[in-house]
């Protein structure tokens, strides 16, 4: 019943660009904060951007500072990432997940299945 549910990964080259989907059903995205997350194979899963219920504030990866944009549509239950300037590092298998209330690297209540990201030329 309750699930998150990722779309929008691809194949891109360097330098193009994905918007990726995050929709929550089952429960409503108020109370929640929405991260999205990242792994490579072989790598350790790493952050990349969250959003809080509370106030909509964002934080980011420093790394990814400028490049990649998350957003949310409380209305549509559903959590974005607008990912530009997409570079071959940024390969990975990409995740959302939800903490209760705030972005605090707390306890995740709910993962999604992960949409795969890929970057070649």
């Known amino acids: 019943q309750v699930q998150l549910v990722e779309s929008g990964g691809g194949l891109v080259q360097p330098g193009e660009s994905l918007r990726l989907s995050c929709a929550a059903s089952g429960f409503t995205l108020d109370h929640y904060a929405i991260g999205w997350f990242r792994q490579a194979p072989g790598k350790e899963r790493e952050g990349v951007s969250c959003?809080?219920?509370?106030?909509?504030?964002?934080n980011y990866a420093d790394s990814l500072k400028g490049r990649f944009t998350i957003s949310r549509d409380v209305a549509k239950n559903t959590v974005y990432l607008q990912m530009d300037n997409l570079k071959p590092e940024d390969t990975a298998i990409y995740y959302c997940a939800a903490e209760r209330n705030y972005c605090s690297g707390g306890p995740i209540d709910y993962w999604g299945q992960g949409t795969q990201v890929t970057v070649s030329s």
């Open positions: 959003i809080d219920y509370s106030d909509g504030s964002t």
